[in-house]
Nanobody
Framework: QVQLVESGGGLAQPGGSLRLSCVAS????????MGWFRQAPGKDREFVIG????????LYGDSVKGRFTVSRENADNTVYLEMNTLKSEDTAIYYC???????????????????WGQGTQVTVSS
């Protein structure tokens, strides 16, 4: 069992930055693919970004390419989402998610992810 806890959400101005963190419980964090999803009111959950167990593979959603980056520190059981050049359309609840690495590419499908955090609100507004 893996438990995920996100933090770092809040209010940012357009063009600003935020960094989200997700801390995972359990000893096998380093064997999991970690992903970030988001869901805005009235919209489907959207894949944001994913990173393989060792950080060697990453996958970015089209809407965040060039603005968001992902990294992980396995020694601290933590994955980070660095969000730059924020836009109002980035406003959403951001969820951290995980699934065991299966030796293939990082999946953008929410159904691939076995564990989910409770989410953290990000609001981009002036």
């Amino acid at each position: 069992q893996v438990q995920l806890v996100e933090s770092g959400g809040g209010l940012a101005q357009p063009g600003g930055s935020l960094r989200l963190s997700c801390v995972a419980s359990g000893r096998t964090f380093s064997t999991y693919v970690m992903g970030w999803f988001r869901q805005a009111p009235g919209k489907d959950r959207e894949f944001v970004i994913g990173i393989s167990w060792n950080g060697g593979n990453t996958l970015y959603g089209d809407s965040v390419k060039g603005r968001f980056t992902v990294s992980r520190e396995n020694a601290d059981n933590t994955v980070y989402l660095e969000m730059n050049t924020l836009k109002s359309e980035d406003t959403a609840i951001y969820y951290c998610a995980a699934y065991p690495w299966r030796g293939s590419s990082v999946s953008p499908r929410s159904t691939s992810y076995q564990y989910w955090g409770q989410g953290t609100q990000v609001t981009v507004s002036s």
